[in-house]
């Protein structure tokens, strides 16, 4: 099974945990969950903006060593991820179409949220491009 939920849903602001074990996109329905990424290495693919509100969000934890990608899908990101090993630098992404874990590590994670007009991303990685 690709996505399977998991736990309770007593709301909408991130108490919604599915797994992902393949590749998916996101769906304007999927607002407000929380994304499990593991068994292999998934690409997340983000919803047209045209197709989304304001206030959409998704947080995405990875829950293996794999190399996840998060996919634009024609649309920018812009945000800040730290970068939490020794050697590594915080990095910028400034109208990136996307972004790939490199060296990824269980508990990297992502939050995303659009403005109706961009993407933006925050989140904690071992390392990433």
Do not use: C
Request: aromatic share 8%; hydrophobic share 45%; net charge negative.
């Amino acid at each position: 099974m690709a996505k399977a939920k998991m736990g309770a849903s007593a709301g909408w602001n991130g108490n919604y945990v599915e797994s992902a074990t393949a590749s998916f996109s996101l769906v304007p329905g999927d607002s407000g969950k929380v994304f499990i990424l593991k068994d292999a290495a998934v690409t997340v693919t983000l919803p047209a903006l045209s197709d989304v509100e304001a206030g959409f969000k998704v947080k995405l934890i990875s829950g293996d060593d794999s190399e996840h990608v998060i996919a634009g899908a024609n649309s920018l990101l812009y945000g800040t991820i730290v970068q939490v090993t020794a050697s590594a630098a915080n990095e910028r992404i400034a109208a990136a179409s996307g972004y790939t874990l490199g060296a990824g590590v269980i508990g990297d994670m992502f939050d995303l949220i659009s403005d109706g007009t961009n993407w933006y991303i925050s989140g904690f990685t071992n390392a990433g491009a």
